[in-house]
């Protein structure tokens, strides 16, 4: 009887600890799509830059590109950016297509892009590129291949 009344005790003292755990979790950004955007400015094409792939965005990616199962994207499109400033150190711009978000820009073209948007005055407002979304798709062994995510685009 108190063998089970110990092992009763220590399910309960586990399952406090793992909601204690779980609540300080970081909390999942939502997929909810974001509708009417607007941008403050479409930037001109130049450079091609890729954006940071970490998989964090590839069910969006799916959603955006529109590829069934084993095809590949080649979607032309308008990417939204939106500077993310809860560290001045360490800003962050998100990239938006068709009101999901499907990555990031990476920390080698933030900063010079966010000391651009701070002297346009810019820097809470979104803006717009012309952007491309391919890959996907299964490889010759049958892997899923990743998304590439390339923004046109010519801030200098």
């Known amino acids: 009887m108190m063998l089970f009344l110990g092992l009763g005790g220590g399910l309960a003292y586990a399952a406090y600890k793992f909601q204690k755990i779980k609540a300080l979790a970081p909390k999942r950004k939502s997929s ?3 509708i009417n955007l607007q941008s403050k400015k479409h930037w001109p094409s130049g450079e091609k830059i890729k954006l940071v792939d970490d998989g964090t965005y590839k069910a969006n990616l799916f959603k955006v590109a529109g590829n069934t199962f084993g095809d590949y994207a080649n979607y032309n499109c308008v990417a939204y950016l939106f500077p993310e400033i809860e560290n001045e ?3 962050n711009i998100a990239v938006y297509v068709d009101g999901l978000r499907v990555g990031d820009l990476s920390n080698r073209h933030v900063l010079s892009l966010y000391s651009v948007l ?3 005055k810019l820097l809470f407002s979104a803006t717009s590129c012309d952007a491309h979304i391919g890959g996907g798709g299964t490889g010759l062994d049958g892997k ?3 998304y ?3 923004l046109d ?3 200098f």
């Open 32 to 34: 909810k799509p974001l």
């Open 89 to 91: 150190k360490h800003p």
């Open 118 to 120: 701070q002297q346009a």
């Open 144 to 146: 899923k291949l990743p």
């Open 148 to 150: 590439l995510i390339t």
């Open 153 to 155: 685009i010519n801030w």
